[in-house]
Antibody, heavy 120, light 112 residues
Framework: QITLKESGPTLVKPTQTLTLTCTFS??????????VGWIRQPPGKALEWLALIYWDDDKRYSPSLKSRLTITKDTSKNQVVLTMTNMDPVDTATYYC????????????WGQGTLVTVSS | DIVMTQSPDSLAVSLGERATINCTSS????????????LGWYQQKPGQPPKLLIY???TRESGVPDRFSGSGSGTDFTLTISSLQAEDVAVYYC????????FGQGTKVEIK
């Protein structure tokens, strides 16, 4: 079965760079059409899509955050890494990674999420 | 960006009664070449990740009870829970995957 798990720091200081790792199993990021995305959710607020990487290393970013985000993959390790620069308290959120099925193209499996707090 | 707007923000429904959530996209999510609406619905319970309920606007994900149904096309969509159960208390999000990915602001469903 497909599982995903996020890992990374729970607390970062303002202006620092956040690095999160998504470790997955049950699928290959070499399979045509497959992708892994990152979505975040501030406490009590809505979901916000951040970035996605496809099996062929094509990448997509949220236009509003594009300048701060980088997504990469390590297919051999079954990992996807998201970095977000210049963190601010408004970036405090639960960060999820999720599997994007090529058909239909939305996120069908999600990790449990990791809460990242930005505070000095 | 395609902006997704849900209504209402919250609703309280008696057990066994119908719950209806609306979602409007700022542009059509209907892809003319395959006549599919790139619209999904998620359910999120407290402390849990979102769960995919419906994709292609009206196709239930495997294992989702048939009291959940989706309808609509183009820019206007609806999620209906035909007979609300206690376990359906959650926040529901619509989601477009036509152009990048965006979510609605969520609708909180409670028991009246």
């Amino acid at each position: 079965q497909i599982t995903l798990k996020e890992s990374g720091p729970t607390l970062v200081k303002p202006t620092q760079t956040l690095t999160l790792t998504c470790t997955f199993s049950g699928f290959s990021l070499s399979t045509s059409g497959v992708g892994v995305g990152w979505i975040r959710q501030p406490p009590g607020k809505a979901l916000e899509w951040l970035a996605l990487i496809y099996w062929d290393d094509d990448k997509r970013y949220s236009p509003s955050l594009k300048s701060r985000l980088t997504i990469t993959k390590d297919t051999s390790k079954n990992q996807v890494v998201l970095t977000m620069t210049n963190m601010d308290p408004v970036d405090t959120a639960t960060y999820y990674c999720a599997h994007r099925d090529p058909d239909p193209g939305c996120f069908d499996y999600w990790g449990q999420g990791t809460l990242v707090t930005v505070s000095s | 960006d395609i902006v997704m707007t849900q209504s209402p923000d919250s609703l309280a429904v008696s057990l066994g009664e119908r719950a209806t959530i609306n979602c409007t996209s700022s542009q059509s999510v209907l892809y003319s070449s395959n006549n599919k609406n790139y619209l999904g619905w998620y359910q999120q319970k407290p402390g849990q990740p979102p769960k995919l309920l419906i994709y292609w606007a009206s196709t239930r994900e495997s294992g989702v009870p048939d009291r959940f149904s989706g309808s609509g096309s183009g820019t206007d969509f609806t999620l209906t829970i035909s007979s609300l159960q206690a376990e359906d208390v959650a926040v529901y999000y619509c989601h477009q995957y036509y152009s990048l990915w965006t979510f609605g602001q969520g609708t909180k469903v409670e028991i009246k």
